[in-house]
Nanobody, 115 residues
Framework: QVDLVESGGGSVQPGGSLTLSCAASGSIFEFNYMAWSRQAPGEQRELVASINVGGRLTYADSVEGRFTISRDAAANTVYLRMDSLRPEDTATYYC?????????WGQGTQVTVFS
């Protein structure tokens, strides 16, 4: 069993920045890849960014150029730096780790972007 704990959510004005953290209870290299997803009320969960064990990064078109996923192996932590935030970025953000057919999810952290 692997635990993932997100932190760093909050409320910001449009154009602001936040950095989310995802702390794993074990080595993040146990996962084939880790990812950040988000879900707004009434909408489906959306994959926002991912980083695989080799360091390959992927981003949703909606966040490309504004969000940056990174990791600190020594801290067993994955980050999501979010810049130029928009009201449409408002959602609960979830960290996940994936090993073959198994997936582990954190409890989520709320991000609200308001005028």
């Amino acid at each position: 069993q692997v635990d993932l704990v997100e932190s760093g959510g909050g409320s910001v004005q449009p154009g602001g920045s936040l950095t989310l953290s995802c702390a794993a209870s074990g080595s993040i290299f146990e996962f084939n890849y880790m990812a950040w997803s988000r879900q707004a009320p009434g909408e489906q969960r959306e994959l926002v960014a991912s980083i695989n064990v080799g360091g390959r990064l992927t981003y949703a078109d909606s966040v490309e150029g504004r969000f940056t996923i990174s990791r600190d192996a020594a801290a067993n932590t994955v980050y999501l730096r979010m810049d130029s935030l928009r009201p449409e970025d408002t959602a609960t953000y979830y960290c996940s780790g994936h090993i073959l057919t198994r997936s582990y999810w954190g409890q989520g952290t709320q991000v609200t972007v308001f005028s």
